[in-house]
């Protein structure tokens, strides 16, 4: 059996880490704070895939999610690539480009007509799937949130942001689908609901 790569490679255990463009900064540097609610939105998305049923139905709704994981990953080269402090060949190899948003605006515009209007807020929750994909969601706006300040000097595309903010728009509106799909009833939220 050959050789593996250690897993393990002792050099954060002085709470350091490297960016993509070569610099060490510290684990709670704002662009790992970044890089980590990126992470934790695309473990979310994977934890709805495996809660989707696995027929027919949803696989357009899988292979849609799995792209957008892949395009997650994409956005996490990004933003470990500060364009203030990385080489060109390096910037341009993490280049994120604006067809990825295009994309999720296509699909939310194909979802909508299939929902009911929305007359008031919903509740989070629903199939397993559609309650994974709005915790999904929540984390996408963190990201979002932390990615500002990157943006504020030009260190990351403002694709990336206006990739993020789309993306929590698309994970609401597949949420619903999905509960849809699954025969779910979404909660309504009520002003003001008292409970004994």
């Known amino acids: 059996m050959a050789n593996q790569p250690k897993i393990y490679t002792r050099t954060g255990d002085k709470g350091e880490t490297s960016l ?6 510290r684990k709670n540097d704002p662009f790992i704070q970044a890089l980590g609610s990126v992470d934790e939105c695309n473990c979310q998305i994977g934890a709805a895939i495996a809660f989707l049923p696995k027929d027919d139905r949803f696989a357009e709704t899988i292979d ?6 892949h395009a997650l990953f994409d956005i996490g ?8 402090r990385a080489v060109d060949s390096k910037i341009e190899k993490t280049r994120f480009d604006k067809e990825e948003t295009a994309l999720l605006e296509k699909w939310i515009d194909e979802m909508v007509p299939q929902l009911p209007p929305l007359t008031t807020f919903i509740l989070p929750g629903g199939h397993s799937a559609g309650a994974a994909i709005h915790a999904a969601r929540s984390v996408c706006r963190r990201a979002e949130r932390d990615v500002v300040p990157l943006t504020d000097h030009a260190d990351v595309s403002e694709d990336v942001f206006i990739y993020l903010n789309r993306l929590s ?3 609401f509106t597949v949420s619903r ?11 309504l939220w009520i002003h003001n609901k008292l409970t004994t």
Not at 20 to 25: D, I
Not at 177 to 187: D, F, K, R, V
């Open 20 to 25: 993509f463009s070569g610099q060490r900064v």
């Open 177 to 187: 689908l999905i509960n849809q799909m699954t025969n779910i009833p979404e909660t």
């Open 64 to 69: 849609r999610l799995k792209t957008v994981q």
């Open 169 to 171: 728009d698309y994970l």
């Open 77 to 84: 080269a990004a933003i470990a690539t500060p364009r203030s």
